[in-house]
């Protein structure tokens, strides 16, 4: 069998290969393809713009998630803000190839779901069919995910169901989150309680004190992306929906060398299914052109040779998968950098890391990310497809040395870097690091040790 390009596999469905649970990559992928999920609408008497963005995310990152989803809602709403402004819901889920339906019938009752909003009277009887069925909410800068029914939906009567309508970051970052929860709750690895626990991020205070936050009124004016992919579509995803009140003030900048391929869908939220061989560059940029915003193009790597005036006011989000790249960050002088990485195997696929520069340390001198010393051992190869040495009886090669990932996770991570730009700003505090396994809920921060605050523009507020 000839091995599959790296171009084609869905790097989602990649990971019944990584973790063993499937001996083939054809029997992950059909395993894939064999799942479901539902997002339920509620009423749309309550939809508003943070509502919509949470909707669209859920839908968006479902449909890279699963191999089918249904969103159970009317089709008549029109989109305000986001990529897919101007289109009605009955359009928008068209596009991302997921299924309308006004009702649960027919649906398969395995299937995980999550509710956004209050659901019609009409879905309980079908709704409590389900096994897991997770409420996705917000509030301030707070997203939190809990289990709908079961003996765990009231496990905290001071849990408030309900969504406000004013921190858009905290929208997307719930239905990522529930996206995730409905994802663990499939994979059921052993021991993991993910879809049928309450979990929840507080984005203004990440480190977990009680404090709810300013309301989120004014963000960067001018932003700079390194890296399209992954985690550079999520940050573009996330800019995409903030309420600038006039988008063709705000700068961004984008910067990739590489073009899409049908790969980059399953973890890319601006990536169409088979999209064109076009620059992503070009693909980021139609989407926020479309919207108004003020996009400029780099396709060239940066590079040790790359600074930037010292008036430069971009806030720059890095989204790269090497270290040589990070460690020259300190370097192009820009006034605050936010790096985001993601873990790549089964077990941290769904670990992410922020660091914020400058920092106590330059970024060639992070202890993580130094140069593997000449005299120890050689590290092992970590390119795509090196690894071809397990075979089945039939000789089909196993695709173990791909990264994997999953679009859910980026979307959490460009909250958190959208977050850690603005929180200064609003009178929080900064993180140099912040490091979250979202199988575990682990998290560990790091104060900044720099105070930064960007030009900054006045959101329009509800």
């Not at 991020?201 to 004016?221: C, F």
């Not at 985001?340 to 077990?347: F, H, Y």
Request: net charge negative; with cysteine; aromatic share 4%.
């Amino acid at each position: 069998m000839n091995v599959p390009s790296r171009d084609i596999v869905h790097r989602t469905a990649l990971l019944g290969v990584h973790d063993g649970t499937h001996p083939t990559l054809e029997a992950a992928l059909d395993a894939h393809a064999a799942t479901g999920i539902v997002i339920v609408a509620g009423h749309q008497h309550d939809r508003h713009g943070a509502y919509q963005a949470a909707l669209c995310t859920a839908i968006a990152t479902a449909v890279r998630a699963f191999g089918h989803t249904k969103v159970v809602a009317d089709d008549s709403e029109v989109m305000a803000g986001g990529p897919h402004r101007g289109r009605t819901l009955a359009e928008v889920v068209a596009s991302e190839g997921a299924t309308l339906t006004t009702d649960l019938r027919d649906t398969p009752t395995h299937w995980p779901v999550v509710l956004l909003g209050t659901p019609a009277p009409t879905l309980s009887q079908s709704l409590s069919a389900h096994p897991i069925v997770l409420r996705a909410c917000w509030n301030r800068w707070t997203a939190s995910v809990h289990p709908a029914v079961g003996p765990a939906a009231n496990a905290d009567p001071a849990r408030a169901d309900t969504s406000d309508a004013g921190n858009v970051l905290a929208a997307l970052c719930a239905a990522a989150l529930g996206v995730h929860e409905a994802f663990g709750a499939v994979q059921a690895r052993p021991g993991s309680d993910v879809g049928h626990r309450s979990i929840s991020l507080n984005l203004w205070s990440p480190a977990g004190e009680e404090d709810e936050g300013p309301l989120l009124t004014h963000m960067p004016a001018s932003w700079w992306l390194i890296g399209l992919g992954h985690l550079g579509q999520a940050n573009a995803w996330a800019l995409s929906w903030l309420p600038y009140p006039d988008p063709s003030q705000v700068c961004v900048l984008l910067q990739e060398v590489d073009r899409a391929v049908n790969a980059n869908h399953s973890t890319g939220m601006l990536t169409p299914r088979r999209p064109a061989p076009v620059r992503k560059t070009r693909l980021v940029a139609a989407s926020l052109d479309t919207l108004g915003f003020d996009t400029r193009i780099i396709e060239q790597r940066l590079d040790h040779n790359t600074r930037i005036p010292p008036n430069d006011a971009h806030v720059a989000l890095l989204g790269v998968d090497n270290l040589a790249t990070r460690r020259m960050i300190s370097g192009v002088g820009w006034n605050l950098a936010i790096d985001a990485g993601l873990g790549a195997g089964p077990a941290d696929f769904n670990a992410i890391q922020l660091r914020r520069f400058p920092a106590a340390r330059l970024s060639d001198q992070v202890t993580a990310w130094a140069e593997p010393s000449v005299t120890s051992p050689a590290l092992p190869r970590n390119h795509a497809f090196d690894d071809l040495s397990r075979r089945d009886a039939c000789g089909a090669v196993q695709l173990a040395g791909t990264a994997v990932g999953a679009a859910f996770v980026g979307v959490i991570a460009a909250c958190l870097a959208l977050a850690e730009a603005t929180r200064q700003l609003l009178g929080g505090v900064g993180l140099d690091v912040l490091s979250l396994h979202l199988s575990s809920a682990d998290l560990d921060t790091a104060p900044a040790t720099r105070e930064s605050h960007p030009p900054a523009v006045r959101l329009t507020t509800s």
